[in-house]
């Protein structure tokens, strides 16, 4: 039984540099808000104008979070460009986009009763608690579809638009896996498996198929898979950290939940102390997979981000 009282890990508290990250994140962020919230009130989902629908999608789309994903498509296509590119003209762009919906349709998923059952997200109640069951499911569905027409529009190559579909499938097989895991004895490899699919497919998508959109050559490719691959794991091992180290309040979210429902995490294979670790061992492999690509200051910035996040 791990002792958590007894622990002595901790969250490594944030730089200078990434405090100053901090604020460019916000920028970003406000930015990708506001192509949100125009995307769906002008977007081709007129059919749903008006509905009970829509309103349940741009209540979850409209409620926050890092966006860390589609900073990262942003970040990886000024990297690969060598130059800082205003949001609305960045050529992944879309692709940040329809990354960031799929997102938001698999966390209204995952909070549905027969899911993970909670109440709360980002700080405010779960999509079903006010919409009700049906219309969140409808609304996790189109927001699982519609991001692929989406993304039609940038006009991609085929590789991409097929990669993008086999990483929403990932993400979904992993989302079986960790609902079938906690009946079984469940092995490290299975647990990495199923964080691989579950957190780090869409997360690897929204690095990787930016590069691609833009033009990176094979060793870039490359390097970003590296970066994305590392950063996914130790996003999901902060995850497991917080989850028995921050209060609800700060996490906006249910606290503890993953003990609660007996989840395969980190820290129960490891403790607090070790997950903490390899969290850092992580963040410190994808810092180093970029030293290939001379632009990629903010990429390496953003990767220690993940490790000092509270929330």
């Known amino acids: ?71 990262l498509s ?43 059952d909670d109440d709360l997200r980002r700080g405010k109640s779960t999509n079903h608690k006010v919409f009700g069951e049906a219309i969140a499911l409808l609304a996790g569905d189109t927001l699982l579809c ?14 991409v638009i097929n990669e993008f579909i086999e990483a929403i499938k990932d993400m979904i097989a992993g989302q079986a896996m960790d609902l079938e895991l906690p009946e079984q004895q469940v092995s490290m490899t299975q647990m990495q498996s199923m964080q691989e699919l579950k957190t780090g497919a869409l997360l690897r998508a929204s690095v990787v198929l930016a590069a691609k959109m833009v033009g990176a050559n094979q060793v870039q490719i490359d390097a ?25 309040e700060q996490l906006g979210k249910t606290a503890a939940k993953d003990i ?31 030293d290939v690509i001379p632009n990629s200051e903010k990429l390496k910035a953003l990767a220690d981000y993940v490790l000092s996040r509270q929330n």
């Open 260 to 290: 609660e429902q007996n989840k395969a995490t980190y820290v129960k294979f490891y403790g607090l102390d070790k997950a903490g670790i390899m969290a850092e061992e992580l963040i410190g492999q994808a810092k180093a997979a970029l």
């Open 146 to 159: 519609y991001p692929i027409q989406l993304l039609l529009e940038a006009k991609p190559q085929a590789e």
């Open 74 to 116: 942003l970040m990886t296509a000024e990297a690969i460009q060598s130059k800082e590119i205003p949001v609305r003209d960045n050529p992944a762009l879309k692709l940040a986009l329809a990354v960031e919906l799929v997102h938001c349709g698999s966390l209204i998923h995952d909070d549905l009763p027969c899911m993970d």
């Open 224 to 248: 970003l898979e590296n970066y994305s691959s590392k950063i996914g794991l130790a996003f999901q091992i902060v995850d497991d950290i917080l989850d028995v180290t921050a209060s609800t």
């Open 1 to 71: 039984m791990l002792d958590l009282n007894n622990s002595n890990a901790r969250i490594k508290p944030m730089t200078v540099e990434e405090t100053s990250l901090k604020v460019t994140l916000a920028d970003y962020k406000s930015a990708i808000d506001l192509e949100l919230t125009e995307l769906l009130e002008n977007s081709k989902l007129d059919n749903l104008a008006q509905s009970q629908l829509l309103q349940s999608i741009q209540y979850s789309v409209s409620n926050g979070g890092k966006r860390l994903r589609p900073i």
